[in-house]
């Protein structure tokens, strides 16, 4: 009798990469990591009340070097006009994640935000919890490098 060979599974987000790029990518995004990594790259302020939509990139001229792109954001109604005085810091921000002057103006659609599930905000650990998990790393000379661990101990204990 033979034995079966090993199973090879392979993770749900690697079978389905290529299509959530070609989806991203007929959106003008070159990179889903802006959708997904929004809040990291505008901040916690800015994508709460705005989200990238598409990416439009100007017509390439032979000759010449490649246009920056203009980056269309949906914003809830109300804040259209406080995004907008932010262009500047969103603006920079977005090129510095990409790493080049990929992104030249923004565009604003006022809209309702597709609401997605946002991560829970993590909270602190109680100081008891921290205290007791303290008193196990005796063995930890560098009391910074103790606190943190506590922390990260107790945090991991609560979850």
Wanted: hydrophobic share 40%; with cysteine; aromatic share 6%.
């Amino acid at each position: 009798m033979s034995k079966p060979g090993p199973i090879s599974a392979k993770p749900l987000s690697i079978l389905l990469s290529d299509v959530f790029t070609d989806a991203y990518a007929k959106q003008g995004f070159a990179a889903r990591e802006l959708v997904t990594r929004w809040s990291e790259i505008a901040g916690a302020q800015i994508a709460a009340h705005c989200e990238p939509l598409k990416m439009q990139w100007p017509r390439p001229v032979e000759g010449q070097p490649q246009e920056p792109a203009t980056l269309v954001l949906r914003v809830e109604g109300p804040m259209a006009l406080e995004i907008q005085h932010s262009s500047d810091v969103i603006l920079e921000r977005v090129n510095r994640f990409f790493g080049w002057h990929a992104v030249g103006r923004l565009t604003i659609r006022q809209a309702p935000l597709s609401r997605r599930h946002r991560p829970k905000v993590s909270r602190r650990p109680e100081a008891k919890a921290v205290a007791r998990v303290s008193e196990t790393l005796s063995a930890v000379e560098d009391e910074d490098l103790r606190a943190a661990l506590a922390r990260l101990g107790a945090s991991i204990k609560r979850n």
